[in-house]
T-cell receptor
């Protein structure tokens, strides 16, 4: 089954404790993204990757890191989480990096930083 | 600056009524997409429009791309409770994908 998986689905952590949210897709897609979704602000792109070893900043990259060592995986790293990073996070993938191609979204990770 | 403005933000109507929601921009887009998101899930693609003036139908949903490719609309005929959800439009800005803030639609039985 074609899918994007994210783990964990829920995470409560404390300020400053490094964490990683994993994302994996099985569709051989080139383009992968991370978004955060906040009430009143909508979905905002954090980072995106056009292909392996190619990553770039989206609209809200501060406080986040990503890597794309393999085509299928695109982990999101929070080196020192802060309460303002409490949010609902989505990973997505598409064949190419264009809004002409369908983005497939993971189920989301709800992160709370206290 | 919000490149994709969606209106209305919220809409609550009775089952059976018709409705239209909008996605507007001052920028030209090569294509626009509409997604629907249900609580606790990721967005799911409904349609992609790529040609100015294009109209696409998906059962009771009709999508239109503006002639100038700066705006799009979604019209729902005879709304049903199953149409309840958050409707998002999305487009490219260079290599980035941007979303509007969405229209939250609630259909009352």
């Amino acid at each position: 089954e074609a899918q994007v998986t994210q783990n964990p689905r829920y995470l409560i952590t404390v300020t400053g404790k490094k964490l990683t949210v994993t994302c994996s897709q099985n569709m051989n897609h080139e383009y992968m993204s991370w978004y955060r979704q906040d009430p009143g602000l909508g979905l905002r792109q954090i980072y995106y990757s056009m292909n392996v070893e190619v990553t770039d900043k989206g609209d809200v990259p501060e406080g986040y890191k990503v890597s794309r060592k393999e085509k299928r995986n695109f982990p999101l790293i929070l080196e020192s989480p802060s309460p303002n990073q409490t949010s609902l996070y989505f990973c997505a993938s598409s064949l190419r990096g264009s809004a002409a191609y369908e983005q497939y979204f993971g189920p989301g990770t709800r992160l709370t930083v206290t | 600056t919000q490149l994709l403005e969606q209106s209305p933000q919220f809409l609550s109507i009775q089952e059976g009524e018709n409705l239209t929601v909008y996605c507007n921009s001052s920028s030209v887009f090569s294509s626009l997409q509409w997604y629907r998101q249900e609580p606790g899930e990721g967005p799911v693609l409904l349609v992609t429009v790529v040609t100015g003036g294009e109209v696409k139908k998906l059962k009771r949903l009709t999508f239109q791309f503006g002639d100038a490719r700066k705006d799009s609309s979604l019209h729902i005929t005879a709304a049903q409770p199953g149409d309840t959800g958050l409707y998002l439009c999305a487009g490219n800005r260079d290599d980035k994908i941007i979303f509007g803030k969405g229209t939250r639609l609630h259909i009352l039985p």
